[in-house]
């Protein structure tokens, strides 16, 4: 499986930008990069996710570096309420196409009012 | 839709019994996903079908836990005898294709 590194934590103010890193270096060419985020108490939630082209949505932005080694996580105005701990997944494809998530330890990321 | 239901929301045993956690996934969706979450291992992925069929199951611990899925609508994970070490949060998620997963809100496990 691809392993992807990210840091232990991360802290930001309130309705600042967060940009949370992940470094993906075995990543292959089908691999996409996915994140989620898990809130206290809560399963994991699909954040985003990519191949080579950045990504926006309603909740994040995506960009991926060229050589796609890394990406990086985009909270644009963070709120209290993205206090949660952000995991970058690579999708691991098998042979019969059926695919599989394997979760890291995530960043934490902790909001300051 | 109601997302993917697990049940119960909260189970305490005590070892040596035997414990069923269920899982209705998203209607229509082809995968569901078994994972196990404790402080010390993180997020574990267990088992995952696709189309009512098992795919993987090399993160099953032991042959003391075991997954079904009889139909396209429902899915167990049985832990028979259980221990303290299986005390975990349980999560069960399901996706359509390779879309993103939807994860319920998971089953807490303490076994004494």
């Known amino acids: 499986d691809a392993k992807t590194t990210q840091p232990n934590s991360m802290e930001s103010n309130e309705e600042e930008p967060v940009h949370l890193p992940c470094n993906h270096s075995t990543i292959s060419g089908t691999d996409y990069i996915h994140w989620y985020r898990q809130l206290p108490s809560q399963g994991p939630e699909y954040v985003i996710h990519?191949?080579?082209s950045n990504v926006n949505n309603r909740m994040a932005s995506l960009a991926i570096a060229e050589d796609r080694k890394s990406s990086t996580l985009i909270l644009h105005r963070a709120t209290l309420r993205d206090a949660a701990v952000y995991y970058c997944?690579?999708?691991?494809?098998?042979?019969?196409?059926?695919?599989?998530?394997?979760f890291g330890s995530g960043t934490r990321l902790l909001v300051r009012p | 839709d109601a997302g993917v239901i697990q049940s119960p929301r909260h189970e305490v045993t005590e070892m040596g019994q035997e414990v069923t956690l269920r899982c209705k996934p998203i209607?229509?969706?082809?995968?569901l996903f078994w994972y196990r979450q404790t402080m010390m291992r993180g997020l574990e992925l267990l088992i995952y079908f696709n189309n009512n069929v098992p795919i993987d199951d090399s993160g099953m611990p032991e042959d003391r836990f075991s997954a079904k899925m009889p139909n396209a609508s429902f899915s167990t994970l049985k832990i028979q005898p259980s221990e303290p070490r299986d005390s975990a949060v349980y999560f069960c998620?399901?996706?359509?294709?390779?879309?993103?997963?939807?994860f319920g809100s998971g089953t807490q496990l303490s076994v004494l």
């Open positions: 997944i690579l999708r691991d494809v098998m042979r019969d196409s059926s695919y599989k998530l394997i």
């Open positions: 998620a399901s996706s359509l294709r390779s879309e993103k997963l939807f």
């Open positions: 209607s229509g969706h082809d995968y």
């Open positions: 990519g191949l080579t």
